[in-house]
């Protein structure tokens, strides 16, 4: 039994939502289409690509980037269409430039910063030793070790 939940676990790939009807007859054309549809974000959906989204607006957006295609736009060209409309967050990988750079730099900033906070405050704070047993408190703490044994 496990075995074969095993395989069909293995079997089941990425359902992709891309109908039959909305693909180009032109093999090379369609390619073009699906790697452009890995790249533009599902804004109804928000975590997925319009290529694995049954979302209506995903299906239109799909169409859109074989019309734009069909009409001789470059990749860039579609992809730039859709961020006019929608802005970078529209692309699942967003474009390093203007504001973006601040929201690309400001993890590794935070995290460099709280490093050089944490190392001054430790530098700054003194290191408490603990004091030496006296001799009354060694000869107790030998008593109940002793009695221990």
């Not at 979302?55 to 239109?60: I, L, R, T």
């Not at 409309?85 to 430039?97: E, H, I, T």
């Not at 906070?117 to 408490?128: F, G, S, V």
Request: hydrophobic fraction near 50%; aromatic fraction near 6%.
């Amino acid at each position: 039994m496990r075995a074969v939940l095993l395989v069909l676990f293995l079997l089941a790939g990425p359902a992709l939502a891309v109908q039959p009807d909305e693909m180009l007859a032109d093999p090379a054309l369609e390619a073009r289409a699906q790697a452009l549809d890995e790249q533009i974000r599902c804004v109804v959906c928000r975590g997925q690509v319009i290529a694995s989204s049954d979302a209506d607006w995903a299906h239109d957006a799909r169409l859109i980037v074989r019309e734009r295609i069909m009409a001789g736009d470059t990749d860039q060209e579609v992809l730039d269409f859709f961020v006019a409309r929608y802005g970078d967050f529209v692309l699942m990988r967003p474009r390093m430039s203007g504001a973006n750079i601040l929201l690309w730099a400001a993890g590794p900033i935070a995290l460099i910063l709280g490093g050089l906070a944490y190392w001054r405050l430790r530098r700054r704070l003194p290191h408490e030793t603990q004091p030496a047993l006296s001799a009354e408190e060694k000869a107790r703490l030998d008593r109940l070790m002793g009695e221990d044994r």
